[in-house]
């Protein structure tokens, strides 16, 4: 098995304050973090309480014994470790492969700091490379939503479930549209602006100015890209 996940998470659980709350991100590098600071804790190594960003990240608190809290409790965290789908070379992010990217955006913006854990493949010049812009629409907007889109010279995939028939429904009852771009995006500032503007998009996936740090694994050990 490739070891490029958890030296990432490896590299990125030496930032693991001694006690407080932190954001607890989703996604397959998540969970290999998870299982190592849920080691730490029952270790009494370190105090900490995480605020999940999905019901996979509830599930791993549950199943590594790390304790729970939520963003009414601690509104500020010190920190976020997440996963990402591609990072440009501003740090910005494209998340959402896991349909997660909504509340991912609103723990990460609750944070002072947000660290990211990935593997080479997901480093990219400019976003939409290889990967969609996926944003989250409330389903009684599905059709308008579509429209403008495609009318910005985008066009829209709607994400379908697997194992059941139908669009996939996210964790807070909304569907997914995948943006298949023409070309990598130049300006991701003005389209997450431009895309936050149409009514009915609750969140896009575009994560732009919030990263602090990228920890980058590799097969022997891990980088970091700092801003
Ligand atoms: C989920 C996400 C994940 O963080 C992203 O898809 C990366 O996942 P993985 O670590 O499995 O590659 O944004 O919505």
Do not use: C, W
Not at 5 to 18: D, G, T, Y
Not at 45 to 54: A, K, M, R, T
């Amino acid at each position: 098995m490739s070891n490029t996940k958890l030296n990432a998470a490896k590299s990125a659980i030496e930032l693991i304050p001694k006690k407080g709350a932190i954001g607890l991100g989703s996604g397959s590098t998540v969970a290999i973090f998870a299982e190592e600071l849920g080691r730490r804790i029952s270790e009494g190594e370190v105090e900490i309480s995480v605020v999940p960003s999905s019901y996979q990240a509830y599930q791993l608190a549950v199943l590594y014994k790390i304790p729970l809290t939520n963003l009414d409790i601690d509104p500020e965290l010190l920190l976020t470790i997440d996963g990402a789908d591609e990072v440009d070379k501003d740090l910005n992010l494209t998340k959402g492969g896991g349909g997660a990217l909504f509340q991912e955006k609103v723990v990460a913006s609750a944070s002072k700091k947000l660290v990211i854990i990935v593997d080479e493949s997901k480093l990219v010049d400019r976003l939409a490379t290889r990967f969609p812009i996926p944003v989250e629409v409330l389903p009684f907007s599905l059709g308008v939503v579509r429209r403008k889109i495609e009318a910005m010279g985008i066009t829209p995939k709607i994400r379908e479930a697997q194992r059941k028939i139908g669009p996939v429904v996210t964790d807070n009852g909304n569907f997914i549209l995948d943006l298949q771009f023409p070309e990598p995006i130049q300006n991701p500032t003005k389209i997450a602006v431009d895309l936050k503007m149409i009514p009915g998009i609750v969140e896009t996936g575009l994560f732009v100015n919030m990263t602090n740090e990228v920890h980058v694994g590799t097969e022997e050990n891990a980088y970091i890209l700092k801003k």
